[in-house]
């Protein structure tokens, strides 16, 4: 089979045909390859390049897949219709002509992170130290006149603006991107062609299989029915609670933790959830489901908040892929939000138009509440206080400066103020994890705390000569 030069049929990348063939510069050596079939990879396909060393690492609508393998793929008897590079000037973004300052790099996921922070050093682009970034990907500063020749290499997915957030949080948290049976949709392609309207609209209902277990149940279901209506409120698709799970254009709210049923099993607190596009390209029932991470401390209000994950979980359930644009609800790493941007209305538009007014439909669409958040469990139980002093103290955390973060090592250093109205005795620190101990100072205080991988709530305590007191929490991941 000849190697094709561009994209043909319907793969859905966000450059335009137009640009992708003038490309002037392509990799010397092609290990990453994107391959178009004349239907959708079924499961037999997908086996069958494994069993030919051909490593799937992405599904590109329609009907693509972008996998590696060390030499030229023997793709015979596959239903392959072409396969070829991707062209370099199909990994720049759009949004970079806007963008002003900083480069999220994306690598193929197969590129290890030392090497790809090394590739892009070759070009003179300068990796930050981020905590939460996906190990393929690099943020980076460098020259614009150098992406063309850093989007050659082989090894380069996809270039788009920084994160917004970058500079004045230093966390992140990756959504691992809308799922389809046949592997994460890239972030270089467009959304899906989503769901088909029927009698010009696209109604879908809603289950909650399962609930978060350490949120309030009811609280939970609110934020993503929250979710759903800020969708709703700019596009023309309308989400009802139903009765049953396991049929058509349903999705089915599941919050489990580990393994679930799927390929996707959830192995750390930072994957917060996950979504199956619509079907076409996902079968029924599971097209549209959205799997939270139970193992994740769900907020509302709050870090990590349930409302602003399922606000961009919804959008992947209608068939909307990451945006390049760093404010954007649908941007591949989550943000606090507390409703959708111009640029998630246009892709929701894009596909579905805008509502039909609520008198039309009959059906007015309810205004969202404001959610009021909701403080963390308190996993030590207060001491009574004993004698006539009954104000219990209250402690600040002033380092680190969130109430949640990402770690690397093996422990971290918390530290901050206490006060009360008689006398700070003693602060002490215990963690979810098992460990306790005390801090050194009272009114100005420090705590060594060990974590485990995994997510550590750490529980800061400060008592009075009277036994009263008060507490904060901060919960740091250990990646
Ligand atoms: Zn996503
Ligand atoms: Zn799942």
Redesign the pocket.
């Known amino acids: 089979m000849a190697i094709s030069a561009s994209a043909s049929g319907n793969i859905h990348l966000k450059v335009p045909e137009t640009a992708r063939t003038k490309a002037g510069r392509e990799p010397r050596a092609v290990h990453h390859w994107l391959l178009q079939f004349a239907a959708f990879p079924d499961a037999g396909t997908r086996a069958e390049l494994e069993h030919r060393r051909i490593h799937v690492l992405a599904y590109v609508p329609e009907n693509g897949l972008m996998a590696a393998s060390d030499g030229p793929p023997e793709l015979r008897g596959l239903g392959v219709v072409w396969f070829g590079a991707l062209a370099s000037s199909a990994k720049l973004s759009p949004e970079l002509a806007r963008a002003s300052g900083g480069y999220l790099i994306l690598f193929h996921p197969d590129i290890d992170g030392e090497a790809a922070r090394g590739i892009a050093g070759e070009y003179g682009f300068r990796p930050q130290e981020v905590d939460g970034l996906q190990p393929w990907h690099v943020l980076a500063d460098g020259a614009p006149e150098r992406l063309a020749d850093l989007a050659a290499r082989d090894e380069v997915a996809y270039v788009l603006p920084a994160p917004s957030a970058l500079y004045t949080h230093r966390r992140l948290i990756a959504?691992n991107?809308?799922i389809t049976v046949a592997g994460p949709v890239a972030d270089y392609a467009m959304a899906s062609t989503g769901w088909t309207a029927q009698n010009g609209s696209v109604a879908l209902s809603y289950v909650f299989e399962t609930l978060p277990g350490k949120l309030d149940q009811n609280a939970a279901r609110v934020a993503v029915e929250q979710a759903f209506a800020e969708w709703a409120k700019f596009g023309n698709v309308t989400f009802t609670a139903g009765q049953q799970a396991n049929i058509a254009r349903n999705i089915e709210i599941v919050f489990a933790s580990g393994a679930h049923g799927d390929s996707y099993a959830f192995t750390s607190p930072n994957q917060l959830a996950h979504t199956f596009y619509p079907a076409p390209p996902n079968s029924e029932p599971v097209a549209g489901d959205m799997h939270f991470n139970d193992g994740v401390n769900w907020n509302l209000g709050s870090d990590i908040d349930l409302f602003s994950v399922a606000l961009?979980e919804t959008g992947?359930a209608l068939g909307l892929a990451?945006s390049d644009n760093p404010k954007a609800v649908?941007y591949?790493y989550y943000k606090m939000a507390s409703g959708l941007t111009e640029d998630d209305i246009a892709g929701i538009q894009a596909l579905y138009g805008a509502p039909k007014s609520p008198a039309a439909a009959g059906n007015p669409v309810s205004p969202i509440t404001p959610v009021n958040p909701v403080a963390p469990v308190n996993p030590v139980q207060p001491v009574q206080p004993a004698g006539g002093d009954r104000s219990a103290p209250s402690v600040t955390i002033v380092s680190p400066s969130l109430t949640m973060i990402s770690a690397y090592g093996p422990g971290i250093t918390i530290s901050g103020t206490a006060s009360d109205n008689v006398g700070v005795a003693r602060v002490e620190w215990s963690t979810s994890t098992g460990s306790a101990g005390a801090a050194s100072g009272t009114a100005a205080w420090s705590a060594q705390v060990p974590l485990l991988v995994g997510t550590n709530v750490v529980t800061i305590r400060a008592y009075d000569a009277a036994g009263n007191s008060g507490w904060r929490a901060i919960t740091v991941v250990r990646n």
């Open positions: 959504c991107g809308p961009h992947h990451h649908m591949p």
